[in-house]
């Protein structure tokens, strides 16, 4: 007799050769009626008892406990009475099954891309200055992050602060940036504090203060460069986003990238950098404006490794500077041929920066740049501009 409960843990090819052996009466004959050799059957029911019994079903040996979407079975502890052989009790212990989790967060990176409607357009500004460029670099924005001020001896930080942060200081970088014909929106990575359901980091799995729900920290960041992009398009001609993957949000950065690509798909005044390096380039008149996220390769590394692997914009450049972040404060520092600058965050510490001695200012910035002369101003904004 075929057991129904199984289905749900079958492919429905795997079940539809199930029912084929059920009703045929044998796996010869099934193999037959389907055209597929016998072992294939042998093959299909084995597969499909051994994913049930991982998801906690297999009443041959006495299990029934059923676990939750993203986990599977490790082991299972039985008290047996000797005397009956009966099993008494019954300990079932489980683990995050990455397989399911990936399949999981694939569908939900899908319906996120199919349901992202297709921007609207925003009215050109009617002036721009065509010699300049705005460049407003994000650093490590973290959003999900969770700081209690009276622990950390600084500020509160959760989902609704973040965003009235971010949008409050873009707000004001524009108004008060000069008109240019084109503007950079260099994301350079951890825009989210963490990366999945678990509230830890992606490489060493360490806790981490966590404000509310990933889906609330997914909606939230994606509202929030929506808002950067059109406050910057409401100004100026062009705009180019660049988002770079961070430590702490290594899966959620790509599938950033590709729905603002698809979503700004046909507005031409919007370049999404959809290149899946972990460092980008581009030029503006005699500037070569990089980013980085600023893990993994040393600062003084940097210059090299763009002049090796942008070597046709670093020839046709004088003036060239690679945007990172990782570091929450700002430094900038001069090599033969090229500025690092790291940026400074809007975040204030957690309990984790404030324990291990990190003090930084708040803070975001927007720098001009000029395409025969580099760079000629810059702006700054912090919290207290709120008030």
């Known amino acids: 007799m075929l057991d129904p409960k199984l289905s749900k843990y ?24 389907l055209g597929i050799s016998p072992p294939a059957i042998s093959i299909t029911r084995k597969a499909v008892l051994y994913k049930a019994a991982q998801n906690g079903y297999s009443p041959k040996e006495d299990l029934n406990y059923p676990v939750p979407p993203g986990q599977r079975v490790k082991g299972i502890s039985s008290l047996i009475n000797k005397e009956t052989g009966e099993t008494t009790r019954q300990w079932v212990k489980t683990e995050a ?20 409607p297709k921007a609207k357009l925003v009215k050109q500004p009617e002036s721009t200055n065509s010699e300049l460029l705005v460049v407003l670099p994000v650093g490590d924005h973290h959003f999900g992050m969770l700081a209690w001020g009276e622990e950390t001896l600084g500020k509160d930080y959760n989902i609704k602060i973040a965003e009235n942060l971010l949008c409050g200081a873009m707000d004001y970088l524009i108004d008060v940036s000069p008109q240019a014909d084109e503007a950079a929106i260099l994301i350079l990575g951890d825009f989210l504090h963490y990366d999945g359901m678990v509230p830890v980091t992606p490489g060493s799995g360490h806790m981490l203060d966590a404000d509310t729900r990933f889906q609330h920290v997914v909606r939230t960041a994606l509202r929030s460069i929506r808002f950067l992009v059109n406050s910057a398009l409401s100004k100026y001609g062009h705009v180019r986003l660049i988002l770079e993957v961070g430590n702490h949000d ?29 460092c980008h380039a581009f030029t503006f008149g005699k500037n070569l404006i990089a980013t980085h ?16 692997d942008y070597a046709e914009m670093w020839g046709t450049t004088e003036h060239r500077v690679v945007h990172t972040g990782h570091v929450h404060h700002d430094h900038l520092k001069e090599h033969p041929g090229l500025m690092t600058e790291s940026h400074g965050i809007l975040a204030p510490k957690d309990a984790y920066a404030s324990k291990g001695g990190w003090r930084a200012r708040q803070s975001m910035k927007s720098i001009t740049y000029h395409k025969e002369y580099g760079e000629v101003g810059r702006q700054m904004f912090t919290p207290n501009m709120l008030k």
Request: hydrophobic share 40%; with cysteine.
């Open 250 to 278: 290594q899966s959620m950065m790509p599938a950033f990238t590709e729905m603002f690509y698809m979503h700004y798909d046909d507005e031409p005044r919007i370049t999404v950098d959809r290149s899946p390096h972990n």
């Open 10 to 33: 079958a492919t429905n090819r795997q079940w539809e050769i199930l029912e084929a052996v059920e009703k045929e009466g044998s796996g010869v004959k099934a193999a037959k009626a």
């Open 97 to 116: 099954d990455k397989e399911q989790q990936e399949i999981i967060f694939r569908a939900a990176i899908e319906a996120m891309c199919s349901d992202l």
């Open 293 to 308: 996220h600023g893990d993994k390769i040393k600062t003084d590394r940097l210059p090299l490794i763009i002049a090796t």
